[in-house]
């Protein structure tokens, strides 16, 4: 069985990840295999990479499917260099 993988974001903003068994495999391995030497990966369309394809196929009328993502791996230490902010609580002035 390939990998099936629809993201997507209901009418109500709500982000979404469907997917079967085989795309749940690829998914996970892809997550566990970030590193601060492979710091990311592509979600994206079919025929267009190695990485995680994406279906364009929506589950529910009015959802918009969104093709095309990436995932980032961000240590701690490289946010605090640079980007300090999203240490800062939500609701503060910097936040």
Known sequence: MKPRLTVNLTNNGVLEV?????GRDL???KLRN??????????????????VPTQSRVYRK???VL???KVLF????W?????????????TPDG
């Open 34 to 51: 970030l590193s601060r030497e492979n710091d990311h990966f592509h979600l994206q369309p079919e025929g267009f990479g190695d990485d």
């Open 62 to 64: 009015g959802d918009q």
């Open 18 to 22: 469907w997917l079967n068994e085989a």
């Open 79 to 91: 946010d605090r260099e640079y980007f300090p902010h999203v240490f800062t609580p939500a609701g």
């Open 27 to 29: 998914f996970v391995e």
């Open 74 to 77: 961000r240590p701690d230490d």
């Open 67 to 69: 093709k095309w993502g």
